[in-house]
């Protein structure tokens, strides 16, 4: 079953804003982590967090994690339109083997020239 | 670099064929996985593996089996195919161990059952 969900579902903007993605999921987890698929492909793991930080930083992205609110973003700076791909974020659950992952739905980001 | 490898980007296949995916990871993984994925429902889970010959069910086993003999090797067999099957089929295999409980994908499969 999916724990996480993207919201929202799609998100279109200009190239060079900032795009944020949400994900919300509901059982307490190891780590949370964002993955990225472009049009037809395999998915490419981009960033994990662990459940005790809080903020994340990998070039032009920013994760934050919320286990109070069992929550997490994926902010990506001064987008590219080869950004455009869907952004899945998969959830470690605390009560599972550490060899399945969590996915959720998606965000479908498409940033215009 | 994790290289995991789908033998065909994109399959057409008859109603009632026998099907078969072949997936293989160079990283000496053991934990292998069988997604697939629809617009609308994401990944959704059908097989993995955790060691040679050993396989679970995930959430939609139905339909599908799954063959592990060598530990880099792991292979999704549909053995009736029927066009609800249609669909993009994702492997991926992970080392499975925290934090690094990464999990690398293969390009996809995209089937078509016709």
């Known amino acids: 079953s999916q724990q996480g969900e993207e919201d929202p579902q799609a998100l279109s903007i200009q190239e060079g804003e900032n795009a944020t993605m949400n994900c919300s999921y509901k059982t307490s987890i190891n780590n949370l982590q964002w993955y990225r698929q472009n049009s037809g492909r395999g998915l490419v793991h981009l960033i994990l967090?662990?459940?005790?930080?809080r903020e994340k930083h990998s070039g032009r992205l920013r994760v934050t994690l919320d286990t109070s609110k069992k929550s997490s973003s994926l902010l990506i700076t001064a987008s590219r339109a080869a950004d455009t791909a869907s952004y899945f974020c998969a959830t470690d659950p605390i009560s599972g083997s550490a060899r399945q992952l969590t996915f959720g739905s998606g965000t479908q980001l498409t940033v215009l020239p | 670099d994790v290289k995991v490898t789908q033998s065909s980007r994109y399959l057409v296949k008859r109603t009632g064929e026998k099907v078969f995916l072949e997936c293989v990871q160079d990283?000496?993984?053991?934990?292998m996985f069988w997604y697939r994925q629809d617009p609308g429902l994401g990944l959704r889970l059908i097989y993995f593996?955790?060691?040679?010959?050993?396989?679970e069910k995930g959430d939609i086993p139905e339909g599908y089996s799954v063959s592990r003999e060598k530990k880099e090797r792991f292979s999704l067999i549909l053995e009736s195919a029927s066009t609800n099957q249609t669909s993009m089929y994702l492997c991926?295999?992970?080392?499975?161990?925290?934090?690094?409980?990464?999990?690398?994908f293969g390009a996809g499969t995209r089937l078509s059952v016709l």
């Open positions: 593996s955790y060691d040679v010959k050993m396989k």
């Open positions: 990283m000496d993984h053991e934990n």
């Open positions: 991926a295999s992970t080392e499975g161990r925290r934090p690094k409980n990464i999990q690398y």
């Open positions: 967090i662990r459940s005790n930080e």
